[in-house]
């Protein structure tokens, strides 16, 4: 797991010196951190890829600092939103890029290239292929858990344990169509793989995306390709997050369901359970998953006037009205005053 001294560093707690020329009150001074620490990726055989992007800025912070508490090498491969068609003032910045706290919370950041339409696909492969190239500088890293910025380890703490599972297989994923028998989509959100079976995979994936198809080549059956033309073993979690209506493999992990990935790693898809929950008038998600920066300002407007004002007051008028302003379509959608709701604030379920 991770040292104090590696949580200071990642700026999860403070440092009591400011002049790290003696040693003080940390026990540490500026030629340990030189001796030991310049080459740090080194000391490692496992790295947690984060895959990542603008939409990802509501839970990064909280994700990434779980990432970095498995006391694993933490690289994420961030897609930036900026191009020559977009506005580029300082504003921008502000609302869709990352802040100093991001930055510091993982070891290492890789930016691609400018890449357009369909980021789940184009944007989702480029990153991890630059990505490759930094991990494959390093010959110690045996293992690659590929991960999304919005998915949340509340147990960082399991990942040596998600590793002896992996066992002699070459990949394994937190849910897999392949757990029914035959070769099936991967769902890429938090995939663990061996070194050799990572670099196999997106060489064959090259391949594919170098003259990119409209529409097609998703992540997951790139992947589930790439295990059966390449004969790779896949590992299946002995798990699966399963959908309480039919029975069938919930990809997303919706509920914050049962599972193997949940059982060790405390494993949770943040988006989709904020989702899920308020368009099935559920419990919404809670506060602390969510970045408040800027008043809560990597939010739509709309999250912000319903939902965040929940956040601020507790008053359940709001999750009311967040919920009638989200339904599904737009015929079913309500915009109505808070009080509307009732006039008096309500703090009771």
């Known amino acids: 797991m991770i040292t104090g001294l590696d949580k200071k560093l990642a700026g999860m707690e403070q440092f009591k010196d400011t002049n790290f020329m003696d040693r ?9 951190l030189s001796m030991n ?12 890829l984060v895959t990542s992007h603008k939409g990802h800025l509501p839970f990064l912070k909280h994700t990434l600092r779980q990432y970095r508490l498995t006391g694993k090498f933490v690289l994420c491969a961030f897609d930036s939103p900026f191009n020559g068609m977009s506005a580029l003032g300082q504003e921008q910045m502000k609302t ?17 290239h400018q890449t357009f339409d369909a980021p789940k696909r184009n944007g989702w492969f480029w990153d991890i292929r630059y990505a490759q190239g930094i991990i494959n500088l390093f010959p110690n890293l045996k293992y690659v858990f590929c991960v999304n910025g919005d998915g949340l380890w509340e147990k960082p703490e399991g990942v040596d344990d998600i590793i002896k599972l992996l066992g002699d297989n070459d990949l394994m994923s937190q849910a897999s169509d392949s757990s029914k028998g035959s070769p099936g989509s991967i769902h890429t959100a938090s995939v663990i793989y061996k070194i050799d079976a990572f670099n196999k995979i997106l060489e064959y994936m090259i391949d594919c995306m170098k003259v990119p198809i409209i529409g097609s080549n998703s992540a ?46 405390g494993f949770r898809n943040l988006p989709a359970e904020m989702e899920t929950a308020c368009e099935e008038r559920l419990e919404p998600l809670d506060k602390k998953y969510i970045d408040d920066f800027g008043d809560y300002i990597y939010l739509s407007s709309y999250e912000r006037n319903t939902i965040c004002n929940y956040y601020r007051t507790e008053d359940r008028r709001y999750i009311y009205q967040y919920w009638d302003q989200s339904a599904d379509s737009w015929w079913d959608r309500r915009f109505y005053s808070i009080e509307y709701y009732g006039r008096e604030p309500i703090y009771a379920k």
């Open 24 to 32: 003080g009150h940390d026990d540490v001074n500026w030629f340990d």
């Open 37 to 48: 620490h310049n080459s740090r990726p080194y000391d490692f055989d496992t790295v947690i």
């Open 96 to 112: 869709n890029f990352l802040r100093p706290d991001h930055l510091a919370l993982a070891h290492s950041w890789v930016f691609k």
């Open 220 to 265: 997951e059956v790139l992947l589930r390709d790439a295990v059966s033309l390449l004969e790779l073993k896949e590992g299946i979690a002995p798990k699966q997050p399963i959908y309480p209506q039919d029975g069938s493999i919930d990809m997303y992990a919706c509920y914050n369901q049962d599972s193997t990935w949940k059982d060790i790693l």
